[in-house]
């Protein structure tokens, strides 16, 4: 599996209905006039995701494609917020193929 499809996997998760949804209600619940700064935040958080795969292998030196998911928390200065988020993000369901070998 390529970076790009595991970005692409992950990005349509931290981009689906469940996690817009719990954003927008955390930033509603902000002071108004921070809402907008906090929006911008969340979105240039989330495009500087990145993806660095790891050589692991599995019992016969079978490839197990497994990868190391990064993104720039010190965007979002809130510390209260940003463990909302990464805790909700790290709670997530993502796609996970079989493993062979």
Known sequence: MSNKLVHKY?????????????????ILAM???????AFQKVQRFMDSMWVEPLETKVTGGVMSPTFNIFAQGAIIENTHAWSNIRTHLAGRKYLVLPRHG
């Open 31 to 37: 002071e108004e006039s921070t809402q907008e700064d």
């Open 10 to 26: 992950l990005f349509n998760t931290w981009s689906n209905n469940i996690t817009s949804q719990f954003i927008q209600e955390g």
